[in-house]
C-alpha cells in the first residue's frame, strides 16, 4: 500500500527556500532598476539650476525691496493705519454709511437697468418711426408720439440714474471724509510694490517655503512617482523639420541639451558658469523672436553631438582647447567618445554650421570667421585643385602662363617654383618643394631635375611674339606718387610703403614687391596700360593711364626688386638623374622595351619637355594657372564638398600623433601638408604633394572653417534661409562687388574703403596731424556708395559704370574702367537699388515747369547772399576761383545725375548721409527750424530746401553729364 | 579711533587751506626757437580776392621774433589734477575770420565754455575742425549768419580749418584747467595763481610738438621758466 503521504519530485522545504529567494532577488532587482532608471547625472544639474534661479531672484527681490520708496511706503501705511483706526472709532457712523451704501447700491443697478432697456425701446421705435416718416405713411404720426411717450420715459430714467450715481459718489465722500480712501491707498501700495511681489512670486516657485510645500516637492520627484507632475525632468525640443541621417533611415532630432543648459535661453545667466551661462546673443540666436529660435532649430544642427543625450559625455562634448580639456577631465573625466560619428563641434569652428542652411550668399551675416575663410579659399584657390560646392564657376586664382616669354624669363621662373616666399614673402603662390618630405639631398637633386623640365615645358609652350620697345623713359619718384594715389593700393600692397600688414581685400592683387626684378619693362608698361589686352579675364580694370603716366608708373614698379640675397638662375642639368626620372615615368605607363626603344628615339631637350609635362600633370599647376596641354585637365585634389562630413576613420593620420578629430586632420594638413607622410616608406611618385600655403595660424583656422561647413547633409528646406527677389539681387550684386574688390576702394553694404588708410598714410606724410590725416582722408578717399542708389538715376549709373567720368574734382584716385557687360552693370544697378530700398530701375526726371517764384528764390538762395554754392561747387563751364582740388562737384549734372529726393535729404543734413563728407551742413539738426535765413520764403528751411532743390534741378540739361 | 583723529585734522586743515586765500605763485618766462627763423612765407590768395586781401596772410605755422621769441606756442601744466577750472567768462570767447584769416591763431577757451565764431567777412566760410575728442565740426557759415556760438565741452587740441580758403589754418586749445596760457608775439608768457609744488611744465608749438622742462613753484611771487625749442630738423 502506498503511504498516504504525498510524493514529490523535490523537496518542498528547499522549493520554498528557492522561491523565496528568487523573489528577493527580483525585488531588489526590480528597485535597483528603479533607482538607475532614476538617478540620472541630469538631476543633480537642475538641482543647481534651481538653487541658482533661487540665488539670482532673492537678489533680484532684495534690489527690488531696496528700489522702493521707503518713505512712500512708510506714509501709505500709516495712513492706510490711520484709516484702520478711524474706522474701528467712528464704527457707528460707517455702518450706517454702509448700510446706505448697499441700498444705494441696489438703487444704482435698478436704475440704470431700466434706463438701458427703454433706450433700447427708444432706439426700435425711433427707427420704425422714421421707416414709416420715409414711406410718407399715415400711421407716422401715431409712431412720433409714441417715440415722444418712450423720450420722456428714458429722461426720467436718466435723471433717476444720475441721481443715483451722485449719491453713490456722495457716499464715497462721506466715506472718506469719515476714515479716509482705502481703495485708493491700496491700489498706490500696490503699484509701488508691484516688482517686488512678482518677484516673491517667483521665488516661492522656484524655492518653495514650509515642511510641506518642500514634502511636496519631494513626493512629486521621487521615483515612480515622477509621472505625474515633477519640476525636474528632460527638457527636450523635437525637431521635426531637422532630420537626422543615421544610416539608411532619417530620425527627426530630439535635442535634450536644455536638460542641463537651462539658462541657455534666458537672460540673466550670462556671468554664470557653464552648464547654465545665457546663450551670447539672444537677438541673433534661441530667442523665440531671433532668426533662429530654439524650438524651431534646437542645439545640435549647429554644435552637433548626440541629440538625445542627457549626460556630459554620451552627448559628445568636445573642447576647445587644451586647457578646457584639462579642466573636463578634472570635471567630468573627459575621455574621446568611442564610435561618435559626430561630435560637437569646438566652439572656434561653431560657424562651419552656417552653410547648410545659408546657401547662396556671399557673405553669411555675422559670421566674421566663415566669411574671412571664403575669402581666403577664393584667394588662394582651393578651389583650383579640389572640386568645392559653391565655388564652381571661379576664374582660376592664378594668371595665364600662355605668354610667359612675353612677361619674365626662366631665370626668374626657376628660383620662382622652387621657393615663393624667398622671391615674395607675402605672395599667395604655395610651395612644393624644400617641404618636410622632399628635401633629403636626393630630394633635392630631384626636384631641381623636375624644376628644369617644368620652366624648359612652361617657357616651350608660350605664344610667340612679345610687347614693343618703351616709347621713353619715366620718372620713378612721378610714379611711385601715382602709385600711391590714383588707387593702386586699393587693391596692391607693396611692402616698403606698408606700417601695419596690409588688410585681404589690399592683398587682392599681387603684391608688387620684387617685380622689377620679375616682369620685364615693356610687359609692365602695357599690363598697366590695357590689363585685358594681356590677360582677357584679368580683373584688373583699366586705370585710363596716359603714356607719361604709364611710363612713370613702370619706372616706379621697375625700382621694387627682389629681396636681398635672392638669386636667379637655373640648376645644373644632371641627363644621368634626368633619364632615370623620364624612364620612372614612362614604366608606369608602358612596357619596359618600349621605354628603351622610347628613350632611344628622343633628344635631351624632348626628355626635359616630357619630364616637365609630367610634373605639372603631378603638382597639378594647371590648377591655378592656364597652360597650353593642359586646358581641359581635370583638377588632381581630392572633392571637398563633403569633406565636413567625411568619417574620420577614411583620414589617414599616418604615425602622427593628434586628436582624431577632422577638424584635427585638416588643421594639422594645411599646416605641413607632407606631415601624414612622416615614418612611411613611399616612392616618389607616391608621396604626399599638396604644397604649404602661406597662412596664419588666424587664416588657417578661418579655412577649416570653411571645409567643415562642406558637408553632406541638407537641411530641409522649410528651415533654410531663402532668398526672396530682392536678396538674390543684393547677392547677386554681392558677387560682382566681391569679384571687382570694390569695397578695396569703396565703403559699401557697411564694410570697405581699406584704401583708406593708405590715403591717410599719404597726407601724414604732407605734414597733416594724425587726426586731420585721419578725418581728411574720409573725404580724400573713393566716396561712399552703400547709398548709391538712393543718391544717383539708374540711367546715370548705367552710363556711369561703362564710361566713368570724374565727378570729384579734389580726387587723386580715379574710378577704372572696369569694362562691366550691359548684363554686370544690370546686376550692380539691381544691387545698389534694393541696397537703398530704393525703386528701380528708372525714374522720370521731374519735367513740370516749376512756379517762377520759387526756382528765383531757390536760385537766390544758392547766391553768394545766402549759401554761395558756386563758391566751392562748378556749374558746367562756370568753375570756382581757386585750386580744383578744392571744387566741388559740378551742380549742372545734378538733373541727370542726382534722385531729386536725396538732393532734398542731402542738404538738409550731408553729414549724415555721409559722415565726414567735405560738404559743410548748413542747417543745423539740433536747432533745424532756425538754421535757415529768416528772410526768404518766409524762413521756412524745408521750403528753402525745396526750392534749391528745384532751381538745382533746372541748371544743366537733359543730356549733360553722360 | 586714533587714524580718525588724524583724517579729522587733516580734513580740518585743507577746510582752512580752502578757505583762506591760497598762497600762489606765477610761473613767467619766454619761449624762444633754437634754430634760424624763417623768412615770412606769404600765402597766395586765389578765392575771394577782394575780402580776403583786405590783409597780408603769411604763413603763421612758426613765427619767429627778432630774438628768436616764439610766438603761438602753448604753455601748460601737465598732471595738475588740483589745478582749478578755468572759469567761463561771462561774455564768450570770440573767433574772427577777418580777412579770411583766423584771428587769433591759437587760442585757449575752458572746457565746457561757447565760442562765438564771428563772420563779418560777407562771404561763405565754413568752420571745420579736426578734434581728438570733442564731436568734429563742418558747418557752413554763410554771409547771412554773422555768428555762430559752439561749444565744446571736452579738453581737446583742435585744427581748425576752413574748406572755401584752405589756406586758413588756427587752433583752438579746449583747456580742463586755468594753468594754461598762450605766448605772445615776443615769445612771453605767464600762468597765474598756480598753487606752490614742484610741477612739469609743457610746451607745444603746432609744428614742433611738444616739449617739457621742470619748474617748482613757491608760495609767493613769480617764478622764471626760460623754455627753448630745438630747432627743426
Ligand atoms: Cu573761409
Known sequence: ?962 | MKRIGTLGIVALICACLAAVPALAGNVVGKVTYAGAAPAPKPIPITKDKEVCSREPHVDESLVVAADKGLANVVVYIKDAPNAPKMAIPAKAPELDQRSCKFHPHVQIIPAGGTLDILNNDGILHNIHTYPKNNPPINQAQPKFKTKMPIKFDKPDTIKLACDVHTWMSGWLIVAPNAWYTVSGPDGTFKIENVAPGAYTLSYWQETLGTQTAQVTVAASGDVKADLTFPAKK
Open chain 1, 1 to 962: 500500500m502506498p503511504a498516504k503521504n504525498e510524493e514529490y519530485a523535490r523537496s518542498v522545504p528547499l522549493l520554498n527556500m528557492v522561491f523565496a529567494l528568487c523573489s528577493l532577488g527580483l525585488l531588489l532587482g526590480t528597485l535597483w532598476m528603479v533607482w538607475d532608471d532614476y538617478y540620472r547625472s541630469w538631476r543633480p544639474v537642475q538641482r543647481q539650476f534651481q538653487a541658482l534661479t533661487a540665488k539670482h531672484t532673492e537678489e533680484a527681490l532684495r534690489q527690488a525691496e531696496q528700489a522702493v520708496n521707503q518713505e512712500e511706503l512708510k506714509k501709505i501705511q500709516e495712513e492706510l493705519q490711520a484709516v484702520e483706526t478711524r474706522s474701528k472709532e467712528k464704527r457707528k457712523q460707517l455702518d450706517e454709511l454702509n448700510e446706505k451704501r448697499k441700498r444705494n447700491t441696489v438703487r444704482v443697478y435698478i436704475t440704470d437697468t431700466n434706463f438701458k432697456n427703454t433706450k433700447s425701446v427708444f432706439d426700435a421705435v425711433r427707427f420704425a418711426y422714421e421707416e414709416l416718416a420715409h414711406q410718407h405713411s399715415p400711421r407716422a404720426a401715431k409712431k412720433l408720439e409714441e417715440l415722444h411717450e418712450v423720450q420722456k420715459k428714458l429722461t426720467e430714467y436718466k435723471l433717476a440714474n444720475d441721481q443715483a450715481l451722485t449719491e453713490q459718489a456722495e457716499i464715497k465722500k462721506q466715506t472718506e471724509a469719515l476714515v479716509g480712501d482705502r481703495a485708493g491707498l491700496d491700489m498706490k501700495r500696490q503699484d509701488l510694490l508691484a516688482a517686488v511681489d512678482r518677484l516673491q512670486k517667483k521665488l516661492d516657485a522656484v524655492a518653495p517655503k514650509g515642511l510641506v510645500m518642500r514634502a511636496f516637492e519631494h513626493v512629486r520627484n521621487a521615483p515612480l512617482l515622477d509621472f505625474m507632475a515633477p519640476d525636474l525632468k528632460v527638457q527636450q525640443v523635437v525637431l521635426d523639420n531637422q532630420n537626422k541621417d543615421i544610416n539608411f533611415v532619417t530620425i527627426p532630432r530630439v535635442d535634450r541639451c536644455q536638460t542641463c543648459h537651462l539658462g541657455a535661453d534666458q537672460a540673466g545667466y550670462e556671468n554664470d558658469p557653464q552648464p547654465f551661462t545665457t546663450h551670447p546673443q539672444q537677438e541673433i540666436y534661441l530667442a523665440s523672436k531671433s532668426p533662429h529660435p530654439v524650438d524651431k532649430v534646437g542645439c545640435t544642427v549647429c554644435h552637433r553631438g548626440l541629440d538625445r543625450a542627457t549626460d556630459f559625455l554620451d552627448a559628445a562634448h568636445w573642447p576647445d582647447s587644451p586647457e578646457q580639456q584639462a579642466q573636463w577631465v578634472k570635471s567630468h573625466d573627459w575621455h574621446p567618445k568611442e564610435h561618435e560619428t559626430s561630435p560637437m563641434l569646438p566652439s572656434r569652428f561653431i560657424e562651419s554650421s552656417c552653410l547648410p542652411c545659408h546657401q547662396g550668399v556671399v557673405h553669411i551675416p555675422d559670421a566674421k570667421k566663415w566669411n574671412h575663410g571664403k575669402d581666403l579659399v577664393e584667394r588662394v584657390g582651393c578651389y583650383g585643385c579640389h572640386k568645392m560646392k559653391g565655388f564652381e564657376g571661379l576664374r582660376k586664382a592664378g594668371p595665364p602662363l600662355t605668354r610667359l616669354t612675353w612677361k619674365t624669363d626662366p631665370q626668374w621662373a626657376y628660383p620662382w617654383i622652387e621657393n615663393p616666399p624667398a622671391f615674395r614673402p607675402a605672395t599667395w603662390m604655395p610651395r612644393f618643394f624644400g617641404l618636410s618630405n622632399n628635401s633629403s639631398p636626393a630630394d633635392v637633386a630631384r626636384t631641381q631635375q623636375e624644376i628644369r623640365g617644368m620652366v624648359t615645358y612652361l617657357f616651350e609652350k608660350t605664344e610667340p611674339g612679345g610687347f614693343p620697345k618703351l616709347p621713353g623713359t619715366g620718372d620713378p619718384p612721378r610714379g611711385e606718387k601715382l602709385v600711391t594715389s590714383v588707387g593702386c593700393l586699393g587693391c596692391h600692397a607693396v611692402a616698403r610703403l606698408e606700417k601695419s600688414p596690409p588688410s585681404l581685400r589690399r592683398r587682392f592683387g599681387p603684391n608688387l614687391d620684387g617685380i622689377g626684378s620679375k616682369a620685364k619693362p615693356e610687359w609692365i608698361y602695357a599690363w598697366v596700360k590695357d590689363p585685358k589686352a594681356y590677360f582677357p579675364e584679368t580683373r584688373m580694370p583699366n586705370m585710363r593711364l596716359t603714356d607719361r603716366e604709364a611710363l612713370d608708373i613702370t619706372a616706379y614698379l621697375e625700382t621694387l626688386k627682389a629681396p636681398e640675397g635672392w638669386k636667379p638662375g637655373i640648376a645644373e642639368a644632371d641627363p644621368k638623374l634626368q633619364d632615370e626620372l623620364v624612364k620612372d615615368q614612362m614604366r608606369a605607363r608602358m612596357m619596359e622595351e618600349e621605354v628603351e626603344a622610347k628613350m632611344a628615339s628622343m633628344s635631351e631637350h624632348e626628355k626635359e619637355l616630357y619630364l616637365g609635362q609630367r610634373m605639372i600633370t603631378r603638382y597639378g599647376c594647371f590648377g591655378c594657372h592656364l597652360i597650353q596641354g593642359f586646358e581641359t585637365t581635370p583638377p588632381i585634389g581630392t572633392e571637398l564638398s563633403e569633406e565636413g562630413s567625411k568619417e574620420v576613420d577614411r583620414l589617414d593620420f599616418g604615425f602622427v600623433h593628434i586628436p582624431e578629430t577632422r577638424q584635427d586632420w585638416i588643421t594639422e594638413k594645411l599646416k605641413n601638408p607632407r606631415i601624414f607622410d612622416e615614418g612611411k616608406v613611399k616612392s616618389p611618385d607616391e608621396k604626399l604633394k599638396m604644397p604649404l600655403f602661406n597662412l596664419t595660424p588666424e587664416e588657417r583656422e578661418a579655412v577649416v572653417t570653411v571645409i567643415l561647413s562642406m558637408v553632406k547633409e541638407k537641411p530641409q528646406m522649410a528651415s533654410t534661409y531663402l532668398l526672396d527677389s530682392r536678396h538674390k539681387a543684393l547677392e547677386a550684386g554681392r558677387r560682382l562687388v566681391q569679384e571687382h574688390n570694390c569695397q578695396g576702394c569703396h565703403l559699401l553694404d557697411g564694410e570697405g574703403q581699406d584704401i583708406r588708410v593708405t590715403i591717410a598714410r599719404q597726407l601724414m606724410e604732407e605734414g597733416l596731424g594724425e587726426e586731420e590725416a585721419d578725418s581728411r582722408a574720409v573725404a580724400f578717399s573713393p566716396p561712399y556708395i552703400t547709398g548709391e542708389g538712393a543718391r544717383v538715376r539708374s540711367d546715370w549709373l548705367f552710363r556711369f559704370l561703362k564710361d566713368p567720368t570724374p565727378i570729384r574734382p579734389w580726387l587723386s584716385v580715379r574710378m577704372p574702367t572696369f569694362g562691366f557687360t550691359d548684363e554686370e552693370n544690370n546686376t550692380l544697378l539691381k544691387y545698389f537699388t534694393a541696397l537703398s530700398q530704393s525703386d528701380f530701375p528708372f525714374e522720370t526726371p521731374p519735367v513740370q515747369p516749376f512756379p517762377p517764384a520759387e526756382i528765383a528764390a531757390g536760385k537766390k538762395l544758392t547766391s553768394t547772399d545766402y549759401f554761395n554754392c558756386f563758391s566751392c561747387h562748378q556749374q558746367g563751364a562756370r568753375k570756382p576761383e581757386g585750386d580744383p582740388s578744392g571744387w566741388a562737384p559740378d551742380l549742372a549734372l545734378a538733373r541727370s545725375r542726382l534722385r531729386p529726393a536725396w538732393i532734398e535729404d542731402w542738404i538738409k543734413d550731408p553729414q549724415k548721409l555721409y559722415p565726414g563728407t567735405k560738404m559743410p551742413s548748413y542747417f543745423d539738426p539740433g536747432s533745424f527750424e532756425t538754421s535757415g535765413p529768416d528772410d526768404v520764403l518766409g524762413g521756412d528751411e524745408n521750403k528753402q530746401i525745396q526750392a534749391m532743390r528745384d532751381y538745382l534741378l533746372t541748371l544743366g540739361s537733359d543730356r549733360s553729364g553722360s
